[in-house]
Nanobody
Framework: QVQLVESGGGLVQAGGSLRLSCAAS????????MGWFRQAPGKEREFVAA????????DYADSVKGRFVISRDNAKNTVYLQMNSLKPEDTAVYFC????????????????WGQGTQVTVSS
């Protein structure tokens, strides 16, 4: 079992930055592909970014490519999402998740989830 706890969300103006953290306990995150997802009110949960188990490969949704950066610190058992040039359409609850199988963007295939952290971007 892996327990995930997100932090770092908040209210920011358009063009600003936030860094989300996802701290894990229970097992080493190095065993998992890690993803960030988000869900806006009335919308389905969507993929944002992921980093492979080995840490050398990352993947981004087109909507955030060039603005967001995912990273992991296995020594701290933590994954980060640096979000720059934020837009009002980035407003959502952001979740981190862990997957033990083959890499996949599909949120339904992730095994463990955090409780989420709210990100609100004002125009």
């Amino acid at each position: 079992q892996v327990q995930l706890v997100e932090s770092g969300g908040g209210l920011v103006q358009a063009g600003g930055s936030l860094r989300l953290s996802c701290a894990a306990s229970g097992r080493a995150l190095s065993n998992y592909h890690m993803g960030w997802f988000r869900q806006a009110p009335g919308k389905e949960r969507e993929f944002v970014a992921a980093i492979y188990r080995g840490g050398g490969t990352t993947d981004y949704a087109d909507s955030v490519k060039g603005r967001f950066v995912i990273s992991r610190d296995n020594a701290k058992n933590t994954v980060y999402l640096q979000m720059n040039s934020l837009k009002p359409e980035d407003t959502a609850v952001y979740f981190c998740a862990a997957r033990s199988g083959w890499y996949d963007r599909e949120y339904k295939r992730y095994d463990y989830w955090g409780q989420g952290t709210q990100v609100t971007v004002s125009s």
